[in-house]
Structures are given as C-alpha cells and as structure tokens.
C-alpha cells in the first residue's frame, strides 16, 4: 500500500506539465481569475498570450496586474480581453482609452461576488508555494481573491515557484484540487522603496500622535504610510489586521513593537490578504506562525475588520471636496486605480470601539499649483469614501476630524489644512456653496 506522502506525489507529476500544455485547459469565453500581484502567474499568462490566435471571448480578471503581458494589446481584445478589479501600471492606459474593463468593486466584496457567479471564474490561475508532503501548496501571496475562485473554477492551474513562502492560514490549495502545473523559478515581484520627503513626514507625524499603544493597525500602500510606520517606533502593544503585507509592517515587527496581544481576533496573530515588499519579507512570512494570510472577506469585511477595537486605518486620496468626498481612484472621470479596500477599512474603523479613520494626502499637486482640497470634486470623479464615512483628513498642515460635523464645519477644517495659497479661494467658493 502506498503512503499518504507517495499518493499526493503521484497526483502532483500526474498534472505537472508545461505553461503551452495547461493553458489548452482554457476554453473560448472563460473567464480566467489570475493572482493579485506578486501571486501573478506570470508564466502562465505569457502562454495565455501565445495561445490568444486561437481563442475568443476570453477574459483574465486580475486587481493589481504586475506584467505587461502580450494581451494587454488593443489588437487582441477579440481573443483576450483584460477585467481590472484595480489598475495596476501595465492596465491603467488600456482603462483609460476603453481597451481594457474595469469592474467596480470593494475589496471585501470580490469572493461573494465570484461564489455567486456575479463575477465568473471558469478557471483559476495563481504562483504557489512548492507541495508540502501533505498535498497542499500556499497561495501565500494573495489569497485574496484566488481561494474563491479556486473553489467554484472548472480548472485550476498553478504555477509552482520555490521562491514563494508557505504560509499559514485560509491559502492552502491542495493537489486533488489542480487540474495542471507548471514548475518555475523565479524570484518574486518586489516592491520598490518609496521617496519620504518632510511633507510625507508632517503627515505622518499628525497620525502618529493620534495611535495609542494598542491600536490595530491597516495601512495601505505609498510614501505616507511607509513615513507614519516610521514613527511608530516608540508604540507598545500594536496589532496587525490589513490588507497588504509590506516592509513597513515587517519594520514595526523587527522593532519590537507589533505583539498583537491586545487585538479581539485573531489575537497574537497578525492578518493580511496579500504580501507585496521585498525578498526579506518574503522570507520572513515563510512558515512563521506569527502571521496569517487569509482571503480578503476575513480581512476586510468591515464587521470582521472592525471587532478589533482601536482599529486605525491610513490610506491615502487624491483629492477631498469641501464635504469631506474622497476621489481616491480616478483624476476626474479617467480611471486610475480602483477602490481596493479604502472604503472597507473606513468603514471597519467607524465599527470598531475606539478606532479611526485617517485619510491622508498632501495639500497640493504639480509642484504647489493645484490644491488637493477642492471645493467640489471635478466632473466624473469617482467617489472612493463618501462624505458619510469619512473620518479623519490628513494633511502636512494638520488635521480635520469630520465624523458628526455639519458641513459647514467640516468646510472651515478642512480649509484649515489646505495649502495657505489656496484657503483664501476657498472660503470663497464655499461661501458661494453656502458651506461657509
């Protein structure tokens, strides 16, 4: 009789095959949920485009695409054609010039949206840790989304990488689960270090001074978070529940600062949905109990997210109108990025006792000439956090608590950390808004 050990190894050379192999496993008019950033299949998409000629109607649904793959082409969208749940760099153009879809989405919202058929996911590509003497490989670097997919699919194809940590938590796909393979290696995508300049630090500092020892922090992505986590060195007792996985929360952990004893759930564990950062990161999530990677409606959800008290969220905008509108994800009505979980975590932060909300963002653009306090979003803005949720606006120049506030009262804040070469257009636009 064989071993456990000896079946599951049979199961895993029986699917292992070549990138050109598997993705014959993809049908004209699938959808193809591919991993979030660094669990991309890049691989397996590269074949994809090989394979284009000979297919119609596919689609590759993907939040944070990391290559310029071959089908992200104007030319091919009769053969494959690109669904953004959030734009990366290599999607953003083919948004804006209508080549590419984009689907509206809260983070938190994308699994129940793929286990109700709203969002199709014939077939599921994801980069895996290597097979554990189990059966189980980790998606290690995005469950996010990926479980999901992989448990309603048709097909589920990996790419197995040695580069790619095992890790702990709900992101086990085991081999009965694979319909095909392919074996790789090659080094995971790493995020470059952010340019912190004394405005990145101003804000920061603000922040800062407002998490108490305890706090349960989601900090998003940019120069603004990585300078708050900068500062907050000298905390005690600091929980993890994000997101994204990064340096910056691998530099709390290092310092000493992160215990999450103090957290409701999950308590002494930190949470995250995907990891994007460096090799040491990735080094450091490898069979470390200390941190679990979940799908995103365990971590974002916002009456999950906010059971922790003190949760405190820092995500950054693009612009606030006078009523506290958040435009995080489009300059005016061209796309840009995507919600992401901004809103999810906003919301999670109202939930929890003792949390807050911060909205970060510099007081102006382009060099000083434009504010980022605006009277009124420009036409066609999408509205990322809405004036109902919205908690604290950040800027260099302080801070404007909004939640309770009358409009008028939020105007006056707001126009307070505004750049001072633009407070004074401002009081009069808002008195012809009647906000002042």
């Given amino acids: 009789m064989s071993s456990p050990a000896s079946s599951v190894r049979s199961l895993y050379e029986q699917r292992r095959t070549d990138p050109d192999e598997a993705v014959k496993l993809i049908r004209d008019d699938d959808a193809v949920v591919a991993g979030i950033a660094a669990a991309e299949p890049a691989y397996l998409l590269e074949a994809l485009s090989r394979r284009g000629p000979d297919l119609r109607g596919v689609s590759v649904v993907q939040l944070l695409p990391t290559s310029a793959q071959a089908y992200l082409d104007p030319a091919t969208t009769e053969q494959i054609r690109h669904n953004s749940l959030f734009l990366g760099g290599p999607s953003r153009a083919g948004a804006q010039a209508g080549w590419i879809d984009w689907t509206p989405n809260h983070f938190s919202e994308i699994p129940s949206l793929i286990r109700r058929g709203q969002l199709r996911a014939d077939v599921a590509v994801a980069r895996v840790s290597p097979m554990d003497e189990h059966g189980f490989f980790s998606v290690s670097l995005g469950p996010a989304y990926t479980m999901a997919a992989v448990r309603v699919a048709r097909e589920v194809i990996l790419e197995v990488d040695p580069h790619v940590p095992f890790a702990h938590g709900d992101c086990h796909i085991h081999v009965e689960q694979v319909s095909a393979l392919i074996e790789t290696d090659v080094p995971n995508v790493e995020l470059g270090t952010t340019k912190v300049g004394p405005v ?193 606006v950040v800027t260099e120049y302080g801070v404007a608590s909004l939640r309770g506030k009358a409009a008028r009262q939020r105007a006056g804040a707001l126009i307070e950390i505004a750049h001072p070469d633009f407070r004074d257009e401002l009081r009069e636009r808002a008195r012809d808004l009647h906000l002042l």
Avoid at 239 to 268: C, P, Q, Y
């Fill in 200 to 392: 990145e630090r101003a804000i920061a500092g603000h922040v800062a001074e407002l998490i108490p020892d305890g706090a349960t922090l989601q900090i998003g992505i940019g120069a603004i978070p990585d300078a708050v986590v900068a500062q907050l060195a000298s905390k005690n007792d600091l929980g993890i529940h994000t997101e994204m996985f990064g340096d910056g929360i691998l530099s709390l952990v290092e310092a000493g600062v992160v215990t999450n004893v103090r957290k409701n759930e999950h308590r002494g564990k930190m949470l995250a949905a995907f990891a994007l950062g460096s090799a040491r990161l990735y080094e450091f999530m490898h069979q470390n109990p200390a941190l679990e990677m979940h799908p995103v409606d365990v971590t974002n959800t916002p009456h999950l997210a906010g059971r922790n008290d003190h949760l405190h969220s820092i995500n950054s905008t693009l612009a606030v109108d006078l009523i506290g509108q958040c435009g995080s994800e489009s300059i005016g009505s061209a796309p840009y990025s995507g919600s992401g979980g901004q809103a999810d975590f906003v919301r999670a932060a109202n939930i929890s006792e003792g949390g807050k909300s911060f909205i970060v963002v510099p007081s102006t653009a382009k060099n000083g000439t434009v504010s980022r306090i605006v009277p009124t979003l420009a036409a066609g803005t999408h509205v990322t956090t809405s004036k109902n949720d919205v908690g604290y």
